[in-house]
């Protein structure tokens, strides 16, 4: 087995490397510093993002800070139902071809702008514009128009009825800013030292390698109804700490010099558990780490290759050993804190076990023979020769590492390609691979997700997109299509079962894992209740703003 340089979605790779590898995990702690009297809320991030403007960065760790100063359209509720926020009402015209949005009314800006139809619009034409990142997930082009003071239609010449789960917080660059704000400061200033909402919390500073600060919102009463705090927040300031380094981070935690951080890596739980006044709580997380088989090549067109594979890999040992154990095995591309997904269990029942006889047969079955177990397979003189590409990033480098022996057990020859990130993009344009570490993320709906992997669209190959399997299917991309723009949502769904079937049955990727999202927390810290109930707290940073406390002696 050789071993030389490390790879991910383009898309998706900004956030996956943002979150410490392995999605964010948040923790949480006792009294910071000279000056806290319960009354300021510390928070520790392991590293910043380029920019606070919220339209614009996609990082994970900006879901931590966008949640302080702006806000979305919509909100998933606790049941994981989409329920306007900073609309009144709305409705969707058409099966999807139009919408029209009923601003809600008192709202502000930070600024004293007022929040009406035509900032709507304005901040939807910047999120429909190409410097948006998340653009994609908005849909094909539309026309929107402040239809009157307080309404804005947008219309698309052909349905896109997912549209309002795509305007909540889980998508943070997705979320409102002031205009007169954005236009008044220079491009030097935007997203570094002015930045203007209307959440609960006021952007103050952001002192780089150092912290963000904001100051409470006092005017601040219209949170979502299901949070049991509306408004203002029970905290007068909130201050966000750079803390890169992990040790320093763990103490800071266990120390009680920061309130929350969503960096306490994956081995370092133990500690937070550990500790007298703290502890753990995890959910699975959005994403699923995934060995996709690139069908540009001729071995990988091979199902029973391709199953074999599967059959090879014991989930539970990558598991351990990759990430630490914070993980769980998955069984399907969509993680079952999806809306729409399958259940764990319902997921198992279809996915590929760990089986390695089964793996040796099947490869016997496609002539690929050897003398003696662990011996290199051939076929008419030919190794059965793998290459497994990589980016040196972490889990996804981890993960070769661990997979490799595991596939030369049963006859294979593989080869480990480890490389910097531009190398490791250029390799995928160029199809040079069989298999890699991937990683797609679900954030509202499976249909995306499925798209992101399987679509034509979203060729690896000569694109540079997200399709690692390089899958040319006209029914696949006909149910993927009708998956996301029928108006029927019955018929979504059929649509997104249907392309999971034959997701199993072709094995064009098999799923080995899912992320833990851990929140380490002060056990006397209040409010961490209705935040854990929140279906998706690990991508609702704006609840803890609002519901969490700390108590005082």
Not at 191 to 213: A, D, L, N, T
Request: hydrophobic share 35%; aromatic share 10%.
């Amino acid at each position: 087995m050789g071993t030389s340089n490390t790879n991910l979605d383009r898309r998706q790779f900004t956030k996956l490397a943002s979150a410490v590898g392995l999605g964010a995990s948040v923790g949480l702690a006792g009294c910071v510093g000279d000056d806290d009297d319960g009354t300021t809320y510390y928070f520790g991030l392991g590293s910043e993002m380029d920019t606070l403007d919220p339209q614009i960065d996609t990082s994970a760790r900006g879901e931590v800070v966008f949640g302080a100063f702006s806000e979305p359209l919509f909100h998933f509720d606790p049941s994981g139902d989409v329920v306007p926020h900073l609309l009144s009402d709305y409705e969707m015209l058409d099966g999807g071809e139009r919408y029209v949005f009923e601003v809600r009314d008192g709202v502000t800006f930070h600024n004293g702008e007022a929040w009406d139809g035509d900032v709507l619009a304005w901040n939807l034409e910047r999120l429909y514009s190409t410097q948006n990142p998340a653009r994609n997930v908005l849909g094909p082009e539309a026309e929107i128009e402040a239809t009157g003071d307080m309404e804005v239609e947008i219309h698309y010449e052909d349905p896109y009825p997912i549209l309002p789960s795509y305007l909540t917080y889980n998508t943070n660059t997705n979320t409102m800013v002031s205009r007169s704000a954005f236009e008044e400061s220079g491009d030097d200033e935007w997203g570094v030292s002015v930045m203007v909402g209307s959440g609960p919390f006021v952007f103050e500073e952001w002192r780089r390698g150092e912290e963000i600060r904001f100051t409470r919102n006092d005017d601040y009463d219209w949170g979502p109804e299901f949070a049991s705090n509306q408004g203002p927040s029970n905290f007068e300031e909130l201050v966000i700490r750079i803390i890169p380094e992990e040790t320093t981070l763990v103490s800071e935690v266990t120390t009680g010099n920061v309130h929350a951080s969503n960096y306490v890596p994956p081995a370092r739980l133990e500690t937070i558990e550990d500790h007298d006044d703290t502890a753990v709580n995890r959910i699975p997380g959005l994403s699923v780490l995934s060995l996709p088989f690139n069908q540009t090549r001729e071995l990988m067109q091979d199902i029973n290759v391709r199953e074999a594979i599967a059959h090879a890999v014991d989930r539970e040992a990558v598991i351990n050993t990759a990430i630490g154990g914070e993980g769980f095995p998955a069984y399907d591309h969509v993680v079952e804190t999806v809306p729409g997904a399958w259940s764990r269990e319902e997921a198992r029942e279809r996915g590929i076990t760990y089986d390695p006889d089964r793996a040796r047969e099947l490869l016997e079955e496609s002539g690929w023979t050897n003398d003696q177990e662990g011996e290199v397979r051939t076929r008419d003189g030919e190794d059965l020769n793998v290459l497994f590409r990589a980016v040196d990033i972490g889990h996804y480098e981890e993960t070769a590492i661990v997979v490799g022996p595991m596939l030369e057990d049963v006859g294979f020859d593989v080869d480990i390609e480890i490389n910097e990130i531009g190398t490791y993009w250029d390799m995928l344009e160029e199809g040079e691979y069989d298999i890699k570490s991937a990683e797609h993320w679900a954030v509202a709906n499976p249909s995306d997700l499925l798209a992101d992997a399987l679509h034509s669209d979203e060729l690896t190959t000569p694109g540079g997109s997200v399709n690692y399997t390089n899958l040319e299917n006209d029914e696949v991309d006909a149910l993927l299509d009708q998956a996301r723009f029928d108006p029927d949502p019955d018929e979504r769904m059929a649509a997104v079962r249907e392309i999971q079937d034959m997701y199993h049955e072709n094995v064009w990727y098999h799923p080995l894992y899912g992320f833990t999202r851990a929140l380490s927390y002060e056990t006397g810290l209040s409010g961490t209740d209705e935040f854990f109930e929140h279906e998706l707290w690990g991508d609702q940073y704006y609840l803890d703003k609002l519901v969490f406390d700390i108590e005082t002696e």
